[in-house]
């Protein structure tokens, strides 16, 4: 392998990048601006709020509408707060992520190192899937979930997810076995390693870039999903987005958005944290098998 | 009955044949190489043997027992990948004790397997590295660590040598003839290098488009080849392939070469000439290596029928040990084989010494021996 310098950006004049430093920082203020308000707004109390001001920092700084939105909000009929709905979407976050990135693997592990008869076939009707609208599939998804009995369930959502997730883990994973050597699947054969056992000690082991790509993707689709979770969730397995919908768009009583801002960042902060901590290896995930190295 | 042996071996990809009926036998001990052009199937060949692809009609058969059917793990064989296909996860070590971990074996022996096999490569040092920390030498020796260790029946070795740089492949080239000698085991190793097969082989098996063309001893395929391919493909540099005209006079048999502004050159044929003289008049392709054309002093002693031909000296190539002299006969470059400290000069008319016995004739029509 060449040795090649780490640094292999384009070389530039002062000038050039004083205006690129320039327009990034205009940028990252552009984007980050309405996550300021938000953070800014949900630390005051409410008559602050109303005397305008928006950008201002805090005159008063109070945590109450952060303590509101977790545990006395009015969240349709209750006043709970959001955090049984927080813990709804855990319970459905975790097993349907999990539960998918499992199934993608053992799907493009198939898909590459067995391949059988249509394989290809299959691999296109599941890249299809990805191209399927959340719309579509309400109807017959409601009908199936009423036949298996898991309907307005947190585990009917998790099936949701995993059977829509599927198609997107698959397509992730295929793709990077398929650049996965097959003389390693022949050579664990030879020293008769199983089907699950080359899994498992051969490719399993070296998939933490796509493992944490497929996290990441289908953790962030799941957890932001609205229109499953307001169709297919109930009273006691209603989704964090939903019931952050139903806190905010609540017609009746003072709109308190120093409480909805709150609850917003709340219902934005577990994406924000699964990003932050392994967003480095999902760029590189996204981006390994591109360049040969 | 062979150790192992391969009958009436027919692989089909869909419609396409890729394997035409091949039978080969190896004894117990002997080392098999498979050679020939890229495509002609002596991958696919092994990978059969290893049970890695299905076999479409035909047998194989280790001591006597069909292994058609059995998975690659339980025909007791071991393989060395062009790759090296060594786990990427795994430490040497790891890597090497992965098929006996498989297999059951516990932790204390497999450690002394490990290190027995360690020692005889001289990876000892490396056992609790990464396969990414090692160069290709190493790799390559954990390659073979990984298929010794387990003590099979057969090893089977899939082009081991073409990511070395040469020298290092002369090292390990040699290294793996001592392992053969000293272990006794039966290998089927599959090369496009000619020069390997030579020096490694106990038989050689040459395949071209499907089709074993040849199948014998080094010498055999080398001295005797049975078509123009054979006698083409193997040895370096290349065989001379001339066109001439068979002319028989009573007892004495020769073949005429076709000069420039000369008349012919008549050569004597030596070997085969009663099976020659069949062919009074025809044309025919002469085929005689570079060694046995040689400056006259440089001839073969014991040889009975040396042919001394003046010819016109088109090229010289010094190679340290040998020099390479190019003349022009019957319209192609014909390459001679001196030593390196004669004296030929480009443009000078030199003796050329014919060794005939070492010749052989094929026909230009379907490319077979005929003598």
Known sequence: MAVSSPDTAVRTGRVTRALIYALLIVFAVYYLLPFYVMVVNSFKPLDEIRGGAMLALPKLFTVEPWLTAWNSAQIGVSPTGLSPYFINSILMVVPAVALSTVFGAINGYVLTKWRFPGHDIVFGMMLLACFIPFQIVLIPMARILGLVGLAGSTPGLVMVHVVYGIGFTTLFFRNYYEAFPTELVKAAQIDGASFWQIFFRILLPSSGPI??????????????????????????????????????????????????????????????????????????????GAVKG | ????????????????????????????????????????????????????????????????????????????????????????????????????????????????????????????????????????????????????????????????????????????????????????????????????????????AVLKDGVLQQFGTPAEIYNDPVNVFVADFMGSPAMNLVPARVTANGSAVAVALKRDNEPDLLLEAGRGAASLARHDGREILLGIRPE????????????????????HVDVVEPAGSD?????????????????????????????????????????????????
């Open chain 1, 211 to 288: 493992i944490v790509v497929t996290v990441i993707w289908q953790f962030t689709n799941v957890w932001n999903d609205f229109l499953f979770g307001a169709s297919f969730g109930d009273f006691d397995s209603m989704p964090m987005t939903v019931a952050l919908n139903n806190l905010v768009s609540s017609s009746t009583g003072v709109k308190e958005y120093n409480v909805h801002f709150a609850g917003a960042i709340m219902a934005a902060l577990p994406t924000l944290v699964v990003y932050i901590v392994s967003g480095r290896y999902f760029v590189r995930g996204l981006m390994a």
């Open chain 2, 1 to 204: 009955m062979a150790f192992l042996e391969i009958d009436s071996l027919i692989k089909r990809f869909g419609p396409v044949e890729v394997l035409k009926g091949i039978n080969l036998q190896v004894e117990e001990g002997g080392f098999l190489v498979l050679v020939g052009p890229s495509g002609c199937g002596k991958s696919t060949l092994l990978s059969m043997i290893a049970g890695l692809d299905t076999i479409s009609e035909g047998e194989i058969r280790i001591k006597g027992k069909r292994v058609n059917e059995l998975p690659p793990s339980q025909r007791d064989i071991a393989m060395v990948f062009q790759s090296y296909a060594l786990y990427p996860n795994m430490t040497v070590g790891g890597n090497i004790a992965f098929g006996l971990e498989m297999r059951g074996v516990d932790k204390a022996e497999r450690d002394k397997a490990v290190a027995r096999v360690a020692d005889m490569l001289q990876i000892g040092h490396l056992l609790n590295r990464k396969p990414s920390q090692l160069s290709g030498g190493q790799r390559q020796r954990v390659a073979m660590g990984r298929a010794l260790v387990r003590d099979p029946q057969v090893f089977l070795f899939d082009e081991p040598l073409s990511n070395l740089d040469a020298k290092l492949r002369v090292d390990m080239r040699t290294e793996i003839k001592r392992l053969h000698q000293k272990m006794g085991t039966t290998i089927v190793y599959v090369t496009h290098d000619q020069i390997e097969a030579m020096t490694l082989a106990t038989q050689i």
């Open chain 2, 292 to 311: 046995a054309i040689t400056d006259t002093d440089g001839a073969d002693r014991t040889a009975r029928t040396v042919v001394h031909a003046g010819c």
């Open chain 2, 323 to 371: 020099t390479f002299v190019v003349t022009r006969l019957g319209a192609r470059e014909v390459i001679a084989r001196m030593r390196s400290d004669a004296r030929v000069r480009p443009g000078e008319r030199v003796d050329f010494a014919f060794n005939m016995d070492k010749a052989v004739f094929f026909d230009p029509a379907t490319q077979a021996r005929v003598a």
